[in-house]
């Protein structure tokens, strides 16, 4: 287990995120899986992630997952959009041009600007 998120715009919810990159989205009480996302990643690991508020931005999507896996040469960005119903749309899933081991884990994303604090 990568790491197990909640956020106020996704009520009574839990996200659950492998090291493999699968997002699970449970019932914070019972903890019923309400939904699954596989990720196609295969091979990589998840280094980073965030889970990011999207209200009142975008009333479609509660919430956005953006995450960051290792295991080619350069970073592989995934984002997926999390709404109220529990459904999980992905939204971008690729390689960007930027050398995973110049990323930091204080990188963050800012509406549409995503950044990332790159070590010397």
Known sequence: MHGLYVSDELKDRIVALSCAGDVTILDSESLEVKSKCSSSSSGQTVRYAWLLPMTPRNL?????????????PNAHLRLLAIDETDSISQVKDEDIELPFEVISGRSALYWDLLTFDTRK
């Open 60 to 72: 479609q999507t509660s919430a956005l997952m953006v995450v960051l896996h290792s295991g080619t």
